[in-house]
């Protein structure tokens, strides 16, 4: 089997890897400004691509492989398709406003043509049978999957992943290891290797507490967060506390979208009590919101465009009022900039931010102890060759691997190809 890796190695963004030649997991962007691709865009011709979940940056360039010659079978679970559907869009509008285009609305509707919907377990035969593969609800965000797959011809397998998460959440039912099959490659994700998740309970506390504190003292609490999973989860815990926030931003298209496949969520009808009684802004009721003491919820996540800038503007001298960040931030983005520098900057203009900034780890991927018990699990099982991506510490993690366990273990680079017998 030869994998060759296109992006998302000692870096998180552009996640792409090649199977084959023919088999692609994952087609991400880095939706940096301006937006970092995989490697070979212009020449790699799959037959297949296997997409993990809706997230940007696995899943923002898949489109553009619909405007070549051979159109590429995509296959995802159905909320991912509909998810990356509504992110394709997105990524249409944001190009219009940045300068750049990677595809057009046509190559969304061929790519819904070659979707195929694939559910949790089920197993599906792939190019004239010489491959299958298998998606396991990877925990992460409604609709995401881990995928394994197996070639036949040389008896080989492979389990990547993706973004996942085994720890607890509101809107998630968790991944469960112990139901995922046995692999002779393990490509795991390393985005908090090293780092261990504060318990969710006392962090919750903690959020809602300083929630609290903004709001009786007459400020407004900001709280950026990603559309897809994040913004939803904020909205539950807030709810369960009695709290109604102001939702401004695509969170409230991809709730509509949740609503259509419950079973990707761990309590529906929580899920629908908690936007039911929250309240929605568009662009003329921003300032309304901003009127009073409030909670907004809104996009995006890390800061780069989207409503959250025109409130970050609005209160960043109020000492009041508060920015409260839900998860990590990536290098070069907005929100990086504002927990290293104190400010951001948007169409040019440098806003420097004086409100309090604070950052609270809702995170959505597994921590180190529960990463390391995962290569534990599969190297036990038999697993020999482990690639640690999706990350800043790849090196590190591997290096860890490597020392514990009896395995090959390696951090892979940008454009590296490996053959594995
Ligand atoms: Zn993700």
């Known amino acids: 089997m030869k994998l060759k890796f296109l992006g998302g190695c000692n870096e998180i963004g552009r996640s792409a890897i090649l199977v084959d030649d023919k088999i692609l997991i994952d087609y991400g962007l880095r939706p940096s400004d301006p937006p970092e691709i995989p490697l070979l865009s212009s020449s790699i011709a799959p037959r297949t691509v296997i997409l993990s979940h809706a997230h940007l940056d696995h899943s923002g360039m898949v489109p553009s492989l619909m405007n070549r010659g051979r159109r590429p079978e995509v296959f995802m679970t159905p909320v991912t398709r509909d998810l990356t559907q509504l992110m ?46 298998e998606l396991h609800n990877a925990g992460h965000i ?19 992943t993706g973004d996942i998460k085994m720890g607890p959440s509101r809107l998630m039912e968790c991944a469960y290891p112990n139901a995922f099959p046995r692999a002779d490659i393990l490509l795991i994700e390393s985005t908090y290797y090293d780092r261990d998740h504060r318990d969710r309970k006392e962090l919750e506390r903690a959020f809602i507490d300083s929630i609290t504190e903004t709001l009786n003292a007459g400020g407004n609490a900001i709280v950026p967060c990603f559309a897809i999973g994040r913004t939803q989860e904020i909205v539950m815990i807030l709810h369960s506390y009695g709290l109604t926030p102001y939702i401004d931003g695509m969170g409230l298209s991809v709730f509509k979208l949740f609503k259509n496949h419950p079973s990707f969520v761990k309590d ?80 040019g203009e440098l806003v420097r931010v004086t409100a309090r900034v ?59 190809e490996f053959i594995i017998e």
């Open 88 to 133: 394709a869009r997105d990524t249409i509008k944001v190009g219009k406003e940045q300068g750049f285009v990677f595809f057009g609305e046509e190559d969304i509707r061929q790519l819904d043509e070659h979707t195929h919907l694939v559910a949790y377990g089920a197993r599906r035969p792939l190019n004239g049978a010489d491959y299958e593969f």
């Open 358 to 416: 604070e950052q609270y780890d809702f995170s959505a991927h597994a921590g180190d102890t529960e990463l390391k018990k995962l290569i534990s699990r599969f190297c036990r099982n038999g697993t020999e060759v482990v690639f640690t991506v999706h990350g800043e510490h790849t090196n590190e993690f591997a290096a860890w691997a490597r020392e514990n366990y009896n395995c090959e273990a390696i951090s892979p680079q940008n454009g590296e």
């Open 142 to 160: 409604p609709g995401s999957s881990a995928v394994y797959l197996r070639k036949e011809s040389e008896d080989i397998s492979l389990f990547y």
């Open 268 to 347: 529906a009808e929580a899920l629908n009590n908690a936007f039911a009684d929250a309240q929605f802004v568009n662009t003329r009721r921003r300032k309304r919101a901003l009127a009073e003491p409030s909670i907004i919820v809104t996009t995006a996540g890390m800061l780069n465009g989207g409503p959250v800038l025109y409130y970050l503007k609005q209160i960043h001298d109020d000492p009041r009022s508060k920015v409260l960040l839900t998860g990590y931030q990536i290098e070069g983005t907005n929100g990086r900039r504002l927990l290293d520098e104190g400010h951001v900057e948007t169409e």
